[in-house]
């Protein structure tokens, strides 16, 4: 069965620093990976998706994720953030040929100080 | 490119009664998922209609049900509603098989 960990419940950064959430997931095939942000009462945005190919993918909003094989990670990565990406963020994972059924993270929720 | 609708966004339902949620998916999609977020379980998979057949299900009673119609509108139904229905229901959908979703902004439902 596929699952999902985001270690990290809630992280709070400064604006302007830098942010890694961390994503672990257990899957017995090629996953696919997501990752969705949601503003409180809102549904989930996609911010990038990693399908096959280069293991560095780039998303909306300066986010970046980073596949990594060897240790099932998917970590999302921005270098500077802004107060507007105080968010919850969901790490998912779906079957390779059945993405309509994801697995989803318990979510991080970031808290961006002034 | 109209993003996915639901309809209610919100509703207040009595233990009991039964209600249907409604999902239109963005033009040209043909997949529609069902999932229901609350605090205490995350987010979970109930079901997922392709082309009119429901081709994933996810373990809910079979209070929960859905279908999927000839536009590939969607309608989950959930009867006999208890206070543990009380969640947000997010509608997902997808062009295919192997394509990202993209979410509504669900319908808060509190059963009361």
């Known amino acids: 069965a596929q699952s999902v960990t985001q270690p990290d419940i809630h992280i709070t950064v400064s604006e302007g620093a830098s942010l890694e959430l961390r994503c672990n997931y257990s899957?017995?095939?090629?996953?696919?990976l997501f990752w969705y942000v949601q503003s409180p009462g809102q549904g989930l945005q996609l911010l990038l998706k990693y399908f096959s190919g280069d293991t560095l993918v780039q998303g909306i909003k300066g986010f970046e994720a980073e596949f990594k094989r060897s240790q099932s990670s998917f970590n999302l990565r921005k270098p500077s953030v802004h107060w507007s990406d105080a968010a919850e963020y969901f790490c998912?994972?779906?079957?390779?040929?059945?993405?309509?059924?994801?697995?989803f993270g318990d979510g991080t929720t970031l808290t961006v100080k002034p | 490119k109209a993003g996915v609708t639901q309809t209610p966004r919100y509703l207040i339902k009595t233990r009991g009664q039964q209600v249907t949620l409604s999902c239109s998916p963005i033009s040209g999609h043909r997949s529609v998922s069902w999932y229901q977020q609350t605090p205490g379980q995350g987010l979970q998979f109930l079901f997922e209609y392709f082309s009119e057949t429901q081709r994933n299900k996810g373990n809910f009673p079979g209070r929960f049900s859905g279908r999927q119609f000839s536009n590939s509108r969607s309608e989950m139904n959930v009867s006999t509603l208890e206070l543990g229905d009380s969640a947000l229901y997010l509608c997902?959908?997808?062009?295919?098989?192997?394509?990202?979703?993209?979410f509504g902004p669900g319908t808060r439902l509190t059963v009361t």
């Open positions: 998912a994972v779906g079957a390779l040929t059945n993405a309509g059924k994801s697995t």
């Open positions: 997902a959908s997808s062009a295919g098989r192997e394509d990202e979703q993209y």
């Open positions: 899957y017995g095939a090629t996953p696919y």
